[in-house]
């Protein structure tokens, strides 16, 4: 199981939300570049980028960005998520240096996008299914749908999707611990591997999923643990090594 570190790119710079509000965010001042050689130096062997901008324009906002950080650690496996809604952004990205890129809304509103996508990008696509009690959130969360996360997973089963990142939205950036029973379900419901995201606070979390991690849990994202040092990232990628 991988630790995940997120930095979460708002106008430039790298923020924490609390469950997605864009107006309710912290500011971790510095250089987003600066924080992903931090948490490389700590050990971590993947980043999650997410353009928050992006995931409310519906196309890429911060891509500068992300660039810079895919040129300046050209080994590091890097995912990206926010406003990835068409096949030209997935090539700019995969072309700057980024491995994967996460989709979304698109995947809830056009599920045969997914199908295409991984056809011609075969092992770059991630789907991003962010939930609140169960059910998909479009839009940046500013839309909850009527489709449970479950059985939208289910159905990009055989696309070959790499990995579904799955988001308990009520959770996220909240501090109060992940969502263990969801994530399970989740991983259980298919056979695509599992990441975690949403609420990860301290090592008690990474253990606790870690316990279940042979459901096919694959990794954890975990941001605003890091930022305010609840959480070692060293620690907690040992500790799932063991």
Known sequence: MLIIPAIDLKDGQCVRLRQGLMEDSTVFGGNPVDFAKQWIDKGCRRLHLVDLNGAFAGKPVNGEVVTDIA???PTLPIQIGGGI???ETIEHYLK???NYVIIGTKAVKDPEFITEMCKQFAG???VGLDAKEGLVATDGWAEVSEIKAIDLAQQFEADGIESI???DIVRDGMMQGVNVEATVAMAQASNIPVIASGGITDINDIKALKAQAH???CGAITGRAIYE???DIEAAQALCDQ
């Open 215 to 217: 459901h096919g849990i």
């Open 165 to 167: 990142v799955y988001t």
């Open 71 to 73: 040129k300046a650690f």
């Open 229 to 231: 040092g609840t959480l």
């Open 85 to 87: 809604r068409s096949g």
């Open 124 to 126: 770059h696509i991630i």
């Open 96 to 98: 700057a240096g980024v």
